[in-house]
Structures are given as structure tokens and as C-alpha cells.
């Protein structure tokens, strides 16, 4: 019984693998940008635009968050004096 359905799933797999590449066009990044149109170059700068944020974000960020050791002894001088 498990024989049979494994094989029932091999040869599926077969036929739908085969299928799939008959089907597929191949394009080069490029000329799928420009077959895009204008839009395109608009998720183009959207696209720049995000990573350039994500990584100033990241950068700020970590930073900040570096523990200065001096911070309480700076702490207690201010309300010392």
C-alpha cells in the first residue's frame, strides 16, 4: 500500500516537474526591469532607498546601545556637585 502510493507520488512528481519547464520563460534581470516600465524604476529608488535606511538604523542603533563605563561615576559627580 505505501509502495504503491509512493510511486503514485514519484510519478506525479515526474509529470509536473516536466510540465513546469515546458511553460518557463527566461528573462535576464534587466530586461525585466525594462518590461516593467516605469514602475519599475520607482521600486528600483524605493528598493535603494529602504536598504540605505535599514542599514543607518542598524548602525545608529548599535551605537547606542554600547554601555558607557564611566556612565554611574558621571552620575554621582553631577549630583554631587
Not at 34 to 55: P, Q
Amino acid at each position: 500500500m505505501i509502495t504503491a502510493i509512493i510511486l503514485q507520488l514519484h510519478e506525479t512528481a515526474q509529470v509536473l516537474g516536466t510540465e513546469a519547464v515546458k511553460g518557463e520563460i527566461s528573462l535576464p534581470i534587466i530586461q525585466l526591469a525594462e518590461k516593467g516600465g516605469w514602475i519599475m524604476a520607482i521600486l528600483g529608488v524605493l528598493s535603494v532607498i529602504a536598504v540605505y535606511i535599514f542599514i543607518e538604523r542598524y548602525l545608529v542603533i548599535s551605537r547606542s546601545s554600547r554601555e558607557d563605563k564611566n556612565f554611574m561615576n558621571n552620575i554621582r559627580e553631577f549630583i554631587l556637585s
